[in-house]
């Protein structure tokens, strides 16, 4: 089996080789380019006053059930197993799961803002910018609805101020998740005509447009499901601003070529 | 809850009026709270997933046609009297 492959082909003159299954193996340069979003995004997440997690690479089954995450997305999720352990366990698809788990049957003494950042895992159909394994910066947030709004609505408006430092040429624009086809299309048109989610969308290494981010209202979906309150005994509201690392250096790899992209990281602010 | 909530003084656009009908005695027949003409459909998590699609069929059947997924955006749904306008009946 060709392991290291045809896609690689096409992306190895950026020294960025995706293997047929998604996985990544950056140079030395983009690694540095990475790296420089990494820290650029969990500078801008602290000094928006988020609180710091981290989080294990596996979760449990349970949680994603949940989630309904199975009923959303039954192709996507992977599956860890092992001998020596007794739960049921699957890569992580998103690090806000977690936060929720942690959250879980608890009433927030406040407006909480959390933010994480980890390895996920989505196994969709390949693509050039579809990687299986990817970097996942998070910025949650949960309390009252007019916070978890106020809350996406400047992490829209930061991001796009920041593209725009980068000279990344980006669109920001209502979308929906890739639900499949059956019981879920009445949640994908339900998320498609209450605008709960936004993506900033930039052409990836191939022209194609790719999502950079994506800025969500998950209202008490979450938070009903892992009873999560507010002090006053009802449901939360939460949403999240979400990043793909890996997307980024793509979008800028495309733009600028990858040492001036990471120029532009290293010379960019934290947008407090 | 709109203003002709409880007893418009004006007639009802027919078409208004068939689907007013549907959406309160079918869709949310078992919500205590009911719908106007202009009342914010999609407030207030009234209309959830599977009722979207019962809303959708009923649309499809009254205007003979196949509702592209594109053509579902809250500018042609925000309510009654705004789907009405768009999806007019065959």
Redesign the interface.
């Known amino acids: 089996m060709n392991i290291l492959n045809s896609r690689a082909s096409t992306l190895r003159h950026h020294d960025f080789p995706i293997s047929d299954d998604g996985l990544l193996s950056p140079g030395v340069a983009e690694t540095r380019l990475i790296r420089a979003l990494q820290s650029r995004l969990r500078e801008m997440a602290l000094a928006a006053g988020a609180e710091e997690r981290m989080f294990p690479t596996v979760i449990a089954a349970e949680i994603l059930d949940r989630s309904e995450y199975f009923q959303s997305f039954p192709q996507s999720a992977s599956a860890v197993n092992s001998p020596n352990k007794t739960g049921s366990y699957f890569l992580s698809p998103a690090v806000c799961y977690h936060c929720y788990q942690l959250l879980m049957n608890s009433a927030l003494a406040g407006d909480t803002l959390l933010t994480c950042q980890g390895r996920c895992f989505r196994a969709e159909s390949a693509n050039d910018s579809h990687l299986w394994e990817f970097t996942m910066r998070e910025i949650v947030f949960l309390g009252s609805d007019g916070f978890v709004r106020a809350q996406c609505d400047a992490w829209r408006q930061r991001t796009a101020r920041w593209a725009a430092q980068l000279g990344l040429t980006a669109k920001l624009a209502?979308a929906t998740d890739p639900f499949f086809v059956g019981?879920?299309?009445?949640?994908?048109?339900?998320q498609?005509?209450?605008?709960l989610k936004y993506e900033l969308t930039a052409p990836g290494l191939v022209g194609t447009d790719i999502p950079l981010a994506s800025f969500n209202l998950h209202?008490?979906f979450f938070t009903s499901r892992f009873e999560v309150t507010l002090t006053a005994g009802e449901p939360a509201y939460s949403g999240c601003a979400a990043f793909g690392i890996e997307r980024w250096c793509m979008a800028l790899m495309a733009q600028h070529g990858v040492n001036e992209a990471l120029r532009r990281v290293e010379e960019s602010d934290d947008l407090r | 809850m709109g203003s002709n909530a409880t007893g418009a003084s004006a007639p009802l656009n027919p078409a208004v009026e068939i689907l007013l009908k549907f959406v309160n005695e079918d869709l949310l027949a078992d919500s205590q709270e009911k719908v106007a003409p202009d009342t914010l459909l999609f407030d207030k998590g009234r209309i959830d997933s599977l009722k979207i699609l019962r809303l959708i069929a009923f649309l499809e059947v009254r205007s003979g046609q196949k509702i592209p997924d594109e053509l579902i955006v809250m500018d042609r749904f925000r309510t009654i009297e705004t789907i009405a306008k768009n999806f007019p009946d065959r």
């Not at chain 1, 019981?183 to 339900?190: A, D, N, P, S």
């Not at chain 1, 498609?192 to 605008?195: G, K, L, W």
């Open positions: 209502p019981e879920t299309r009445g949640k994908k048109l339900l498609q005509i209450r605008e209202e008490r």
